[in-house]
């Protein structure tokens, strides 16, 4: 399974983007997935999950009120929607394909190859 991220660029600070992760096929080895970002010079953080059912999993608190994640079975699509970015925001965003217990998501080998967002203050 190949995961490719898409809708990265630069806009400035306010504005908003919306990011695609389209999977090559469905697998029973995916069960949820997830948004990462890595800042630079920064360590690759979780930013939001969700099961492949819909349901979100826990993420950050620091950006659950403006960025949103959801997914389209039908089109093997995950999406974040990312509003009143900031510079801070500044990162290669990844997609991931994991597993979840409860409510916590665990990635295993499917990650996309990244996407880069700017913010511009």
């Known amino acids: 399974v190949q995961l490719v991220e898409s809708g990265g660029g630069e806009v400035q600070s306010g504005g908003s983007l919306r990011l695609s992760c389209l999977a090559s096929?469905?697998?029973?080895?995916?069960?949820?997935m997830a948004w990462y970002r890595q800042p630079p010079g920064k360590k690759r953080e979780l930013i939001a999950a969700i099961t492949t059912g819909g349901t979100r999993l826990n993420g950050a608190d620091s950006v659950k009120d403006r960025f949103t994640i959801s997914i389209d079975n039908a089109k093997n699509t995950m999406y974040l929607q990312l509003n009143s970015l900031k510079p801070d925001d500044t990162a290669v965003y990844y997609c991931?394909?994991?597993?979840?217990?409860?409510?916590?998501?665990?990635?295993?080998?499917?990650w996309g190859q990244g996407t880069q967002v700017t913010v511009s203050s």
């Open positions: 096929e469905s697998t029973p080895f995916i069960k949820a």
């Open positions: 991931s394909g994991g597993t979840y217990f409860r409510t916590t998501y665990y990635p295993n080998e499917f």
